[in-house]
């Protein structure tokens, strides 16, 4: 038995000695491509060769010195000048990741800074080692715990930017404006730009659409969530001509690209850019408002402005203002030429990254907070209870509820109240409506004043309140023992709209006293809970239509 185990460690050991004696025979550089990052090299260290004549445009790097792995090998061994554009081979070391990669300009490439990246990489000239007499390697081995720690650093790499929640589409041009050439630099950007975003599993992730005589979706968000893959799959898009159809593959977009079985994902703003080199073919403003009512922001970078002596082909000349947002110009770019795009790179991944800004798909439906009050006195009774909270379920049923849309909120009161759903308490419509439907019935007395106050304070004062349009609902089914008026008109006065909705025994009266204007629109009745539902809908209606109100 021991001897067993002995002889195993025994020609392991010769195993490992024998590997590592053919790595270090191995000496000769791998060749790679102008391309290829560090990223792509998980050994602590290796000796590379760099082709020649990689154009300088094409390489993305970042940092002075310490580079962040997502840059390309050779770029930085031109930039740190241990080769020149003819080539050769590069020693690249393996470092960790670091805050505030400098930009600096060195033999011809401008590297661009990066505020932080989870590993990084220094580039020496590849000694020839001269086979030394002595036998003794020149290498200096890093000890093994610092290996683990580089590999385990590689690793964390691939979840992606976590400070960049968004579903991006990008809408590639493939028509005979661009040619096969511009083609292949608008890959080329759109592979930096990913790489800038950092796509993940957690992070940002993107799928393309080829704009041409009809769409084509080369890949959805959900097929590629790797850098190297997505850059991959880029690479392999082919070129495929014709008209610049930009609005019928916008509106192909809108209507097939962003469903959660082709990998949109909820609660994560939808980005469709549109790139558009000269001008479309066809008509884009109808493609972008239904984009934008579907819920997503349209962005639009156009290339290549027309020139004076074009102007005449220009369909539509005002396209820019009419495919984007009309709030300001934050959601379209203009890029002079496909040449030296680097410097767009970064801004323009911070535009696509600035969540707070996505207003372009605000709607009723994603951007509104709603409380409901829920009258949980004696009279309602138990299974009476039960119809009021299918009554609220089905009206939040119809929001868009998560972490940047819609939320919901709870208090029930008798002469207490109670907070049931905090706004933030829940991301999702399946655990707000299972919270809705949980909520237990408490019995007692009805101070409806109370509740209204309570829920300006404890529900509404404590949230950041952002852009949502703010509601209150109550649902009652009697007169209320305390002051109304007062605690809903200072709910008004703090930008929150009031409906009132009674049953049984609760007073006309006291629910147009607690209704915003228009009250005829604001207040319901009916004498029975089973009659709830009929309000449904109305109410719906109404926080739509209040949504579009002026304030
Ligand atoms: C993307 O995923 C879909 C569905 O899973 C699949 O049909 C399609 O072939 C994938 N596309 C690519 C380019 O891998
Ligand atoms: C555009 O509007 C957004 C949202 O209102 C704002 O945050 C941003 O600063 C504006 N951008 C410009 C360029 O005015």
């Not at 392999?236 to 610049?244: D, I, K, L, M, Y």
């Amino acid at each position: 038995m021991s001897m067993t185990v002995s002889t195993v460690l025994f020609a392991l050991g010769i195993l490992s000695l024998a590997s590592t004696a053919v790595e270090s025979e191995a000496n000769s550089p791998v060749p790679i491509s102008c391309a290829t990052s560090g990223a792509d090299f998980t050994d602590e260290t290796a000796l590379v060769e760099c082709p020649s004549d990689c154009p300088l445009w094409q390489f993305s790097v970042f940092g002075s010195g310490v580079y962040a792995s997502v840059s390309s090998i050779c770029g930085s061994a031109i930039h740190r000048g241990v080769i020149s554009t003819a080539g050769g081979p590069v020693r690249i070391q393996k470092l960790s990741g670091q805050e505030n990669y400098l930009s600096s300009y060195g033999h011809g490439i401008k590297s661009q800074t990066l505020s932080r990246w989870i590993s990084s990489f220094s580039v020496s000239r590849a000694q020839t080692i001269p086979i030394d007499v002595s036998g003794q390697p020149k290498a200096t081995a890093l000890p093994n715990s610092a290996k683990k720690t580089v590999k385990k650093n590689l690793k964390k790499a691939n979840s992606g930017n976590k400070d960049c929640k968004v579903d991006i589409a990008f809408l590639l041009d493939g028509s005979y404006n661009i040619g096969r050439r511009r083609f292949n630099l608008q890959k080329n950007f759109i592979s930096k730009l990913a790489l800038m975003l950092g796509i993940g599993p957690e992070g940002p992730h993107l799928g393309i659409v080829q704009v041409s005589e009809n769409p084509k979706t080369e890949f959805y968000l959900k097929n590629f969530t790797q850098p190297k893959d997505v850059v991959f799959a880029i690479k392999e898009v082919a070129f495929r001509g014709g008209n610049t159809n930009t609005g019928k593959a916008l509106r192909h977009t809108a209507e097939t690209f962003f469903t959660p079985e082709n990998g949109a994902r909820r609660g994560f703003p939808r980005v469709a850019v549109m790139f558009v080199d000269g001008w479309p073919s066809d008509d884009i403003e109808e493609a972008a408002t239904v984009a934008r009512e579907s819920g997503i922001n349209v962005f639009l970078v156009s290339v290549a402005k027309p020139l004076p002596e074009e102007l005449g082909m220009v369909q539509d000349r005002g396209f820019v203002q009419k495919a984007v947002c009309k709030d300001n110009n934050s959601f379209s770019y203009n890029m002079p030429s496909w040449f030296s795009t680097t410097k767009f790179v970064k801004p323009l991944a911070q535009r696509l990254c600035a969540e707070e800004q996505m207003l372009c798909s605000k709607s009723c439906f994603n951007s509104v907070n709603i409380a409901f009050l829920i009258d949980g006195s004696s009279s309602v009774g138990d299974s009476n209870f039960r119809l009021v909270l299918d009554f609220i379920a089905n009206i939040v049923d119809a929001f868009d509820i998560s972490n940047i849309g819609s939320k919901i909120g709870a208090v029930q009161f008798t002469y207490d109240q109670k907070k049931e759903i905090g706004f933030h308490d829940y991301t999702t419509k399946e655990d707000t409506l299972a919270a809705v439907r949980g909520i237990r019935y408490m019995s007692g007395g009805t101070a409806t004043g109370e509740a209204i106050s309570y829920t300006v304070s404890n529900l509404y004062n404590p949230l950041k309140r952002g852009t949502n349009r703010n509601f209150i609902v109550i649902i009652t089914d009697g007169q209320s023992y305390d002051e109304i008026r007062g605690p809903a008109v200072s709910a008004q006065k703090e930008g929150i709209t009031v409906y009132s909705v009674g049953v049984a025994w609760a007073p006309m009266e006291d629910l147009k006293a607690m209704a915003s204007e228009p009250k005829e629109s604001h207040a319901f009745f009916t004498k029975e809970f089973t009659g709830l539902h009929q309000f449904v809908q109305p109410i719906i209606k109404g926080i739509c239509r209040d949504f579009t109100a002026p304030h």
